[in-house]
């Protein structure tokens, strides 16, 4: 079952103005400005550094999220990770703190991912594309933190998935 993340309001508002206004639409007035002062056309090529670097942040932003067999998926253009149910101890939707120092992944354009550390919630990892629909999930290594459409949904899919495995383990006899 597949759960897309969509750019909330304010990420959709940082990456097109900053990401492709800024990002791109400044280097290239400034290409065409150079080509028109200098005649030579070879200053056309200036943004496509910028566009290169658009081009891989995006690419690493998580797109959705695919309840597998083994686990949970998610999904991007590349490094596409999967998190194990067996390792997955809890799943609510309870805000907690988020980002913070040693922040490795990225953060902005296309939503925020990579680990974290925070010292109210401790490492934690960013899956996410928006800050409305967050679904917190516990594991054994701190909590992972993503973004579906759908957040109850998404929420009611997983637990089943959940009690699935759980009652596939033998119970102790009494």
């Given at each position: 079952?597949?759960?897309?993340?969509?750019?909330?309001?304010?990420?959709?508002l940082?990456?097109?103005?900053?990401?492709?206004?800024?990002?791109?639409?400044?280097?290239?007035?400034?290409?065409?400005?150079?080509?028109?002062?200098?005649?030579?056309?070879?200053?056309?090529?200036?943004?496509?550094?910028?566009?290169?670097?658009?081009?891989?942040i995006?690419?690493?932003?998580?797109?959705?999220?695919?309840?597998?067999e083994?686990?949970?998926?998610?999904?991007?253009?590349?490094?596409?990770?999967?998190?194990?149910?067996?390792?997955?101890?809890?799943?609510?939707?309870?805000?907690?703190?988020?980002?913070?120092?040693?922040a490795?992944?990225?953060?902005?354009?296309?939503?925020?991912?990579?680990?974290?550390?925070n010292?109210?919630?401790?490492?934690?990892?960013?899956?996410?594309?928006?800050?409305?629909?967050?679904?917190?999930?516990?594991?054994?290594?701190?909590?992972?933190?993503?973004?579906?459409?759908?957040?109850?949904?998404?929420?009611?899919?997983?637990?089943?998935?959940?009690?699935?495995?759980?009652?596939?383990w033998?119970?102790?006899?009494?």
């Amino acid at each position: 079952m597949h759960f897309p993340a969509t750019l909330g309001r304010r990420q959709r508002l940082v990456a097109g103005v900053l990401g492709v206004g800024v990002g791109f639409g400044g280097p290239f007035l400034g290409s065409v400005g150079l080509v028109a002062a200098t005649v030579d056309p070879s200053a056309l090529i200036l943004p496509l550094p910028f566009l290169g670097a658009l081009w891989a942040i995006q690419g690493l932003a998580p797109s959705g999220y695919t309840l597998e067999e083994r686990g949970i998926r998610l999904e991007r253009r590349w490094l596409r990770r999967l998190i194990p149910y067996d390792r997955i101890t809890g799943c609510d939707r309870r805000r907690r703190p988020i980002g913070g120092l040693l922040a490795v992944g990225f953060n902005g354009l296309f939503g925020s991912h990579g680990p974290r550390w925070n010292p109210r919630s401790g490492w934690h990892y960013l899956a996410i594309t928006n800050t409305d629909d967050l679904v917190f999930l516990e594991t054994r290594g701190g909590f992972v933190a993503l973004s579906p459409s759908e957040p109850e949904q998404f929420l009611r899919a997983l637990h089943a998935r959940l009690a699935e495995g759980r009652s596939a383990w033998p119970t102790p006899s009494s």
